[in-house]
T-cell receptor, first 115, second 117 residues
Framework: AQKVTQAQTEISVVEKEDVTLDCVYE???????LFWYKQPPSGELVFLIR??????QNEISGRYSWNFQKSTSSFNFTITASQVVDSAVYFC????????????FGQGTTLQVKP | DGGITQSPKYLFRKEGQNVTLSCEQN?????MYWYRQDPGQGLRLIYY???????QKGDIAEGYSVSREKKESFPLTVTSAQKNPTAFYLC????????????????FGPGTRLTVL
């Protein structure tokens, strides 16, 4: 099976708190690609990061960081010192190598950051 | 500015009518995609095209049709055969469409919200 699971449907935090969004994936392929997208209330999906399966280095971009662990098939996303503008739906997605460009999306996690 | 445009932003349709959603990109991308999003759910692939004059069905193609006559354009028609067309429709594109590069990052347009009255 090829699948992405985002177990957290909704998360609510107060501004400046750190928050981690979980993502667990399943694929038979040894080569695959993982993504995170942000969907603000306007609806457009904004690309955040892409990670290849052969590159397990974690990545930090400003207040955002990603923890990729092949051993647990997880690709978690942490926002440090959250801000109200971070409020959005966040999607984790997977392209298995042989899947010809089809993005497999998780159900999404709605993050609400309160002032 | 380079990007993906979708029009209209909101679309209302009466039952039994066909409607066409527009998607245009000036990123010089070869591959284009249509996704459907229902409330509280992730996106599901309707159709995709890796090259002009060629396209393939995605996971939920029934009741939809597409064409790819130009590299820049990938319109989606929602036909009367689609039983539950009310949804948010997102178009995306990626750089190359050949099988080795189909794992490229997909970039999305702003979406069209279709409501059937």
């Amino acid at each position: 099976a090829q699948k992405v699971t985002q177990a957290q449907t909704e998360i609510s935090v107060v501004e400046k708190e750190d928050v981690t969004l979980d993502c667990v994936y399943e694929t038979r392929d040894t080569t695959y690609y993982l993504f995170w997208y942000k969907q603000p209330p306007s609806g457009e999906l904004v690309f955040l990061i892409r990670r290849n399966s052969f590159d397990e280095q974690n990545e930090i971009s400003g207040r955002y960081s990603w923890n990729f662990q092949k051993s647990t098939s997880s690709f978690n996303f942490t926002i440090t010192a959250s801000q109200v503008v971070d409020s959005a739906v966040y999607f984790c997605a997977l392209i298995p190598h042989r899947n010809t460009g089809k993005l497999i999306f998780g159900q999404g996690t709605t993050l609400q950051v309160k002032p | 500015d380079g990007g993906i445009t979708q029009s209209p932003k909101y679309l209302f349709r009466k039952e039994g009518q066909n409607v066409t959603l527009s998607c245009e990109q000036n990123l010089n991308h070869d591959a284009m995609y249509w996704y459907r999003q229902d409330p509280g759910q992730g996106l599901r692939l309707i159709y995709y095209s890796q090259i002009v004059n060629d396209f393939q069905k995605g996971d939920i193609a029934e009741g939809y049709s597409v064409s790819r006559e130009k590299k820049e354009s990938f319109p989606l028609t929602v036909t009367s055969a689609q039983k539950n067309p009310t949804a948010f429709y997102l178009c995306a594109s990626s750089i190359a469409g050949d099988s080795t590069a189909s794992t490229d990052t997909q970039y999305f347009g702003p979406g069209t919200r279709l409501t059937v009255l």
